[in-house]
């Protein structure tokens, strides 16, 4: 069995920590126990709030290829602007195995300082230890 959505958008999502208008065109393919996906959703604007702080969603997007086990390719970038500069995060890769990066514009922070700011939400806070996995 197969199903096709194709959504022009707007398609609203609203909560009280997202507020954000998404397209997309997907097809879902049943055969048997097996779920298959393919095609993509794109995100038209709008915010997203993180540790009580509102982000401006600058670009979202999901890709999905079709494979057994769901696992879209990410592509999402988030800003939010402090006294001198943007805060920049953004989420790629795989959905099972994304990378995180986070800068400034204009590079006036390291990443250490940029999680400290996200965490604290304010430019002021010292560095913050990050842990990265080797398997990265």
Known sequence: MALAAHIPGPFKVRSKEVNADFKGDLQVQLAGAETRILGS???????????????????????????PEPDPTLDIR?????????????????????????????PVYDESQVLGIILSGDPATQRVSIVRSINR
């Open 78 to 106: 988030v800003t939010r602007q402090v006294t001198d500069a943007m805060v920049i995060i953004e989420l790629h890769g795989r959905a099972k195995k994304p990378k995180l990066v986070m800068s400034s514009d204009p």
């Open 41 to 67: 959703v794109e995100g038209l604007g709008g915010w997203v709030e993180l540790l009580g702080r509102r982000y401006t969603l600058e670009h979202v997007r999901l890709g999905f290829g079709g494979e």
